[in-house]
């Protein structure tokens, strides 16, 4: 992610600016290396032509093919992934509504990247008009949407673990959409700023890379998005490692379907969760090691579109239940939804011996359809 900005007029005319390479147009660390870099947008005309017209054009079709084509496979997985989370019944629940949220600002980003990046990459347009602005704060947008459905779930199998009488009656289904309507009010305030002539953030197809602008607005922006990923980014890996301690100490007590299901809808969270920070790591850290024009794509625009995509493959592969429903096995009824809810928390209430008739009974039901429990 790179500031750009345009250079002044010549105070020599009678000098002829030195050729420039467009693998020269990157950019250089500022005096905050660690999440912005500085670069100079320089007038076409004065970019050198030691690159031959034909290779220029190849790597052109080259990154807008592999843009295009790695958002497709996204889009499809993302939408996949929604209408398995939508027809399964095991997902109708407050940790599935966020889920749905995450996959569809997934979906707008990955949008953006197969109708607008890849196009702009082929043909080299112009990027940086009033639409290409507003496809930025779309974007933006859409990320931010990420980020805070990813947070609410991060908190959802916390307290669903830590918590699990107090759980239900702080995600039943109208507070749930409350807390996603809320998400979305805050990601969507979060883009006001970019409303302003001087505030945006576009992508740049000579280099194939997104960049906020190089006024004091876009340097606060790219800050801003930069120290705001990082502080969740602490707060998810904190709550989820006390999440998993907890799993640590009480798995004698979690056997039962139901809540081994919540320890695996932990691991897949865990694992959005891992894949949020590598993305962090590598968009804002690893970029800066090089000043390669395919090395900058690689490690800025093609990992921040991979997050999205691997988001949709880790809901399908995360969930057993899908599993079954996509092999054509038939699913079974959650017992848990059976029996009394003191049964199914995490530590149930009431004697050993009910909770263990219990859930002899579930594993004798189970046993007779000739279905093994989760």
Not at 115 to 142: C, D, H, R, V
Not at 167 to 196: D, E, H, L, Q
Not at 355 to 362: D, G, T
């Amino acid at each position: 992610m790179c500031f750009l900005q345009e250079s002044g007029e010549s105070t020599r005319p009678a000098e002829a600016p030195p050729p420039i390479s467009a693998e020269r147009l990157v950019c250089a660390a500022n005096t905050f290396p660690c999440c912005s870099q500085h670069s100079r947008l320089l007038p076409m005309a004065n970019v050198s032509d030691d690159v031959p017209e034909t290779e220029t054009f190849q790597n052109d079709a080259i990154a807008a093919l592999v843009i295009f084509a790695w958002a497709m496979i996204g889009l499809s997985v993302n939408i996949f992934a929604i209408i398995l989370t939508w027809r399964n019944k095991h997902m109708a629940n407050a940790f599935g509504y966020l889920c749905l949220s995450h996959e569809i600002g997934d979906i707008g980003v990955l949008l953006l990247y197969a109708f607008w990046a890849a196009p702009t990459t082929l043909f080299q347009t112009n990027a940086s008009g009033y639409s290409g602005k507003k496809l930025g704060q779309f974007g933006i947008f859409m990320w931010n949407v990420c980020v805070y459905s990813h947070l609410f779930i991060t908190i959802n199998r916390f307290l669903a673990i830590f918590f699990p009488f107090g759980y239900r009656r702080c995600f039943k289904g109208f507070i749930t959409f409350g807390y996603i309507a809320m998400m979305w009010m805050v990601a969507a305030s979060n883009i006001i700023p970019y409303f302003f002539e001087n505030c945006y953030f576009v992508y740049i197809p000579q280099l194939y890379v997104w960049h906020f602008a190089s006024t004091t607005c876009g340097k606060a922006l790219l800050y801003n998005d930069f120290l705001v990923g990082i502080a969740f980014m602490v707060i998810m890996v904190l709550i989820d490692s006390l999440t998993y301690c907890r799993i640590l100490i009480a798995k004698r007590q979690m056997q039962s379907s139901s809540n081994r299901r919540e320890i695996r809808f932990f691991i897949q969270a865990c694992c959005q969760g891992l894949l949020f920070v590598c993305k962090l790591f590598t968009f804002y850290f690893i970029s800066t090691l090089s000043e390669g024009k395919w090395y900058k794509f690689v490690t800025s625009t093609l990992v921040w579109e991979s997050a999205h995509v691997f988001d949709g493959i880790i809901l399908i592969l995360f969930n057993s239940e899908f599993q079954r429903w996509v092999t054509g096995k038939a699913s079974y009824q959650s017992y848990s939804a059976n029996i009394p809810v003191r049964f199914s928390g995490v530590f149930p209430h009431g004697s050993a011996i009910q909770s263990r008739a219990v859930l002899s009974a579930y594993r004798k039901t189970t046993s007779k359809n000739g279905i093994s429990h989760v």
